[in-house]
């Protein structure tokens, strides 16, 4: 079992330090060790219950509210919300989502989220209900079976609790700089938001920039904050053709300049998105991820030279 000092354990979960002490004195959910030189240390089991912690007050709860708990409820609490049976229902927690999305049954909606969130792994939750659910949505609102003041309610909840889990964490200083957008004419931000949130957890220091972004303030945020890497996102717009121009502009302009990547339903089957000089075209959250990792091992492998 590994040990860990505060700083390290601020970073990894992306707790201030003040308040990793604060939460130590008066909650009593941790007793980290004191080693020879008086360095507070925790061990494993500290930072997944801190993990869990984050993701719990991310989704809505109070840290005195989960101490009430106390820290054999909360681990218990922690390790069946990842043990195998606990992803079995998710076929029927969409459905559930579903109806109450139809219903506009807000209340229930915000506290499964909520619940959801806390409890199971972000990808997990990403791949088997949040995606499911929306493309349902989508697919009923197409249909004349959905109205869109339910698909609204849910991109916006969802929305919500993505953002308040991108603020919740707090990546080390020397973290590189992801900058993501939505270009001009583009509100569909809940794909990008997920790439932004789970670039974050592997070390990333996202700046989002939301939706409708216009290519000038784009341009001017990338040479205020130097990213390393620029992620954009475009679904099929009301109007295809000034997309594409826009992309043009993005991948002759920004993308010469800083690595830079697209996603979303509009490049993942235009193939006529091949020509661009200099844009990535990452088809998948999966590939966006993977372009990002590779940027991350040549960077170090740099800085070991």
């Not at 004195?25 to 500290?46: C, I, M, V, W």
């Not at 915000?110 to 619940?115: F, P, Q, V």
């Not at 080390?172 to 992801?178: E, Q």
């Not at 974050?200 to 990338?222: I, R």
Request: charged share 20%.
């Amino acid at each position: 079992m590994g040990t860990y000092r505060m700083k390290a354990v601020s970073q990894m979960t992306g707790i201030r330090s003040e308040l990793l002490r604060m939460w130590e004195r008066r909650y009593g959910l941790f007793t980290p060790q004191r080693a020879g030189n008086r360095y507070r240390e925790f061990d494993d089991e500290d930072v997944q219950l801190l993990l869990f912690l984050r993701e719990q007050i991310a989704a809505g709860r109070s840290i005195g509210e989960l101490a009430s708990e106390g820290r054999a409820a909360l681990l218990r609490r922690m390790t069946a919300a990842t043990a195998p049976d606990a992803l079995l229902a998710f076929p029927t927690v969409v459905d559930d989502l579903l109806q109450a999305a139809h219903q506009l049954d807000k209340r229930q909606l915000d506290a499964r989220l909520a619940e959801l969130i806390a409890c199971t792994p972000f990808l997990t939750l990403s791949t088997t209900v949040l995606t499911p659910l929306m493309h349902h949505l989508g697919d009923a609102w197409a249909r004349d079976e959905a109205s869109m003041v339910s698909v609204q309610l849910v991109t916006e909840l969802i929305r919500t609790r993505l953002l308040a889990m991108l603020q919740a964490t707090a990546p080390p200083h020397s973290a590189p700089v992801l900058l993501c957008a939505c270009p001009a004419g583009e509100f569909h931000e809940l794909g990008l938001l997920t790439l932004a949130y789970t670039m974050q957890q592997s070390g990333w220091h996202t700046y989002y920039l939301g939706a409708n972004l216009p290519l000038s303030a784009l341009q001017e945020g990338c040479e205020r904050t130097q990213p390393a890497l620029v992620a954009l996102s475009l679904t099929y717009g009301p109007d295809p053709l000034r997309s594409m121009e826009t992309l043009q502009q993005i991948d002759s302009g920004i993308a010469a300049a800083y690595p830079t990547c697209v996603g979303g339903q509009m490049v993942e089957c235009n193939s006529s998105l091949e020509s661009m000089s200099h844009l990535q075209i990452c088809r998948t959250l999966g590939e966006a991820q993977q372009y990002g990792r590779r940027w991350q091992t040549s960077r170090s492998r740099a800085v070991g030279e």
